[in-house]
């Protein structure tokens, strides 16, 4: 049962959480950081991440006490830069109810050839077995598709489903997509999430995955998928107790070797398929495959309640008032894990993302001490589960606390790096809508260059929370600090030696000068969105704003 943390419990458990941090995080270590003053606000910014980023949160998983912790501290903060509450009950929590699911076991996969006996598939050479969040027992037997990528895009002229009828079928996809697609795009129609969609939207009841005789970004290697066939998922669950999946459930992935016996005697050999896949546009004829596949798991869950943290500054425009402008960023991190060379455990999670909090509470305060209230409301939100899958953010943009139609624009925060002086910003997104002229508007005038996505193959657009607000058709972009002049070096060093490791720590070398810049151009982005004449909308035409029914796309 999800439980609220008093103010007494809350300074109990953190008193109790220091008393057994490890010697690095004692009082004099702690107080020898403090070397010469900072001014006000840079040391408000590092005052948030000595706390989120300490040693006594333990990595801030979601669904820990210390997790709880953490909210209870962001939600006094909203408090005390004068926020309205946006939460439950009137409060500035949203109950989120998280459940870690598991198989029980390594699952039965049986195939059974249209001409011949059943053939039991071997765990760990033909298959690897996934949990289904949706029920405890999941039996299924049915006829097999092979439907390509199993991936509908009309802009890329590719139907996998056209001409072939899946309506109670399992349907086979190879992992990935074509490597000719854009980066953004390939990285979701990569996603087992978005595959699952599709094969629901046309009637199948379950999906496998093929391992892919091209890995790379999205196409899973299969010796991957075995190793973590047993780990445990996270997901948020129905008021009947069952989780949320994407429509049908994922059964497992399919090695090269079971695919080699669930083609035999389909219209085209495993062979052949694998070789029409090594285009960058491999195109197939989606067909039956010669037999049925029956398929026995056991899944196992566990409630591991947590918390999202909202609160709102009201607009006063009576024409605009109504319209919501959603500030975002992650609250959680990864918890504990394995020691790295010094021996230490917990990822503590200071850049990823305690800077990306702890800039939201500042631009919240920088709002309310303008004097200034904005036109449209705008939400200030701190999600839970972003490393566990967007999960958090999933659960709000499908229980909003507001009308989900009065919700016009996002703008998300994560990990912003603050190790160097930069120079320029990385707007993931903003070419797909009007935001973009807004966003380079805003970093102009505070002397900051708007640069495009220096990763395009990394997809990093439908990797953070704002992808979930996309999902509902709303326009959204995501902030980062860009590569010109030192960022580039800066970005590769980070990414190496301290991107989910341990040292992700106040101890790295964060200039809080940048982090207050960084607040700047943000709050500046913020303001005219929430203060523009006309509701931000897709650009005609957007791949992502046709492909969810957004405002302005069509």
Known sequence: MFRLIGAVALTLAAGAAIAQTTPKEN????NARVTAPLPADQA???????????DAMRGREAGSAEFDIAAQYVAAQF????????????????????????????????????????QPLVFGGDFAPSPNAAKAETSLSAPIVFVGYGIVAPDYR????????????IVAYIGGAPKNYDGEER????????????????????????ESPRPGRGATPFAFSLRQYDRERVTWSRPDGSGKNDGIPLLGTISMAGAAKLFAGARMSWDQVKKAAESD????????????????????????????????????????KDQVVILSAHLDHI??????????????????????????????KRFVASGKPPRRTVMFLAVTAEEKGLIGSDYFANNPTVPLKSIVANVNLDMPLITYKFEDMVVFGAPRS?????????????????????MPDEGLFVRSDHFRFVQKGIPSVFLWPGYKGGGKAAWEEFMKNHYHQPSDEISLPLDWEQGVRFVTVNYTIAREIADTDDRPRWNKGDYFGTFYGGYGAK
């Open 27 to 30: 009082a004099a270590t702690i």
């Open 44 to 54: 408000a910014m590092k005052a948030h991440v000595m706390f989120l980023a300490s």
């Open 79 to 118: 408090y005390a830069a004068g926020l309205r509450p946006g939460g439950d009950d009137g409060g500035y929590l949203q109950r989120v109810p998280l459940v870690g699911y598991m198989l029980a076991d390594k699952g039965n996969f049986v195939w059974t050839p249209a001409k011949g006996a059943p």
């Open 158 to 169: 590719r139907d996998d489903y056209r001409g072939i009828d899946v309506k109670g079928k």
């Open 187 to 210: 990285a979701f129609f990569s996603s087992a999430g978005t595959k699952a969609a599709i094969a629901a939207q046309h009637g199948a009841v379950g999906a496998i995955q093929i």
């Open 281 to 320: 546009d491999a195109k197939f004829t989606s067909f039956p495959l010669a037999g049925i596949l029956s398929v026995a798991i056991k899944t196992v869950m566990r409630p591991m309640p947590s918390s999202n943290v909202i609160g709102i500054i009201p607009g006063i425009d009576p024409a605009l």
């Open 335 to 364: 918890g504990v894990g394995r020691p790295d060379k010094t021996g230490d455990t917990i990822n503590n999670g200071a850049e990823d993302n305690a800077i990306g909090i702890a800039s939201l509470i500042e631009e919240a």
């Open 434 to 454: 009007t935001l973009g002229p807004i966003v380079q508007k805003a970093v102009e005038s505070v002397g900051v260059g708007l640069a495009p996505d220096p």
